[in-house]
């Protein structure tokens, strides 16, 4: 399974950005998609998760209520639409899959498919 983020970029503070990433193909070894961050110095966290099928998703405490993760079968697409964006979203985001289990969402060991990340920076 390989994994392709796209669509990140420089934004103001307030400001929205969608990011996306496209999977090869939707197995039952990457029945799980993630969404993780990477800033400077900082561990890889959580961001926002969910299974391809059902409506159920988790998102990270930092995110809550600024953050949507959706997903289109049709195209093997998830995306995340980040509004309300803040400085400390600055980071390298992370596309992920694998077979998880939902107690294990915020594990990164948990997922075994990585895309190469898109970077996001907000910044006046």
């Known amino acids: 399974v390989q994994l392709q983020a796209s669509g990140g970029g420089l934004v103001q503070p307030g400001g929205s950005l969608r990011i996306s990433c496209a999977a090869s193909?939707?197995?039952?070894?990457?029945?799980?998609m993630a969404w993780f961050r990477q800033a400077p110095g900082k561990e890889r966290e959580f961001v926002a998760g969910?299974?391809?099928?059902?409506?159920?998703?988790y998102y990270g405490e930092s995110v809550k209520s600024r953050f949507t993760m959706s997903r289109d079968i049709s195209k093997n697409t998830v995306d995340l639409q980040m509004n309300n964006l803040k400085p400390e979203d600055t980071a390298v985001y992370y596309c992920?899959?694998?077979?998880?289990?939902?107690?294990?969402?915020?594990?990164?060991?948990?997922?075994?498919?990585w895309g190469e990340g898109t970077q996001v920076t907000v910044s006046s």
């Open positions: 992920a899959a694998g077979k998880v289990i939902v107690g294990m969402r915020t594990y990164k060991s948990a997922y075994n498919y």
């Open positions: 193909e939707r197995t039952d070894s990457n029945n799980f």
């Open positions: 969910r299974r391809w099928v059902g409506s159920s998703t």
